[in-house]
């Protein structure tokens, strides 16, 4: 079963700041899920990737699927942007199976 | 944009209470799934549904679980006799096949057992 770690726990930044949230796990994948969890509590998908990166306005999202190794940054950060990211994965590898969710990185960033 | 949705948005029931929260996945979607988050933990599996029959659950999804899809379009998760520890926010999510296209989640519902 794959397990999930993500770091940093907790990020502050000023507005403007780079950022980056990186994710690591286990088992091999043919998939990884971005998500971002606003203080209400609701769930937003913000990619799902397979190989190399995407972007999506200021957000780029990486992998590198020999070291099962993601990463989440944020370009120009904005005070909006403060949530919770948060790293999912099929539990089993591969593309079956659902999903095994990190810890997630709390994201405040400050005007 | 196609959305899951859910209701209602936040439920308090009396512990002991069947509650049932509701889920309209996206028309084309063929899996759905219930997730929980207890408040301050990591978003948790519960259970998988494909067609019309549980395809996987986790250890949390015992006896006072169940899920339904009654009509077609509804996605039900039953809670039989709450507990004061099943208070968390409980996520629907769809996706076309499996994991490997994209899942969609509901916005979510809070529930909370007194």
């Known amino acids: 079963k794959n397990e999930v770690e993500q770091s940093p726990q907790n990020l502050t930044a000023q507005e403007g700041e780079f950022i980056t949230i990186n994710c690591s796990y286990s088992v091999g994948i043919s998939a990884l899920h971005w998500l971002q969890q606003h203080p209400g509590g609701g769930i937003v998908s913000l990619f799902m990737?397979?190989?190399g990166k995407k972007k999506h306005g200021r957000l780029i999202a990486t992998i590198n699927i020999q070291e099962k190794h993601s990463s989440l940054h944020i370009t120009a950060s904005h005070p909006r942007d403060s949530a919770v990211y948060i790293c999912?994965?099929?539990?089993?590898?591969?593309?079956?199976?659902?999903?095994?969710f990190g810890k997630g990185t709390k994201l405040s960033v400050k005007p | 944009e196609p959305e899951v949705t859910q209701t209602p948005s936040h439920q308090v029931t009396q512990m002991g209470q069947e509650v049932i929260l509701r889920c309209v996945p996206i028309s084309n979607h063929l899996y759905f799934y219930w997730y929980r988050q207890i408040l301050g933990q990591k978003v948790e599996f519960l259970v998988s549904f494909y067609n019309n029959e549980i395809s996987e659950k986790s250890e949390i999804f015992d006896d006072q679980f169940s899920v339904e899809r009654p009509d077609g379009s509804n996605f039900t998760l039953k809670i039989r006799s709450t507990k004061l520890e099943d208070s968390a926010m409980y996520f629907c999510?769809?996706?076309?096949?499996?994991?490997?296209?994209?899942?969609?989640f509901g916005s979510g519902t809070r529930l909370t057992v007194v």
């Open positions: 990737l397979s190989s």
């Open positions: 999510a769809s996706s076309v096949q499996g994991s490997h296209y994209g899942y969609t």
């Open positions: 999912a994965v099929p539990s089993y590898g591969g593309s079956q199976g659902n999903l095994i």
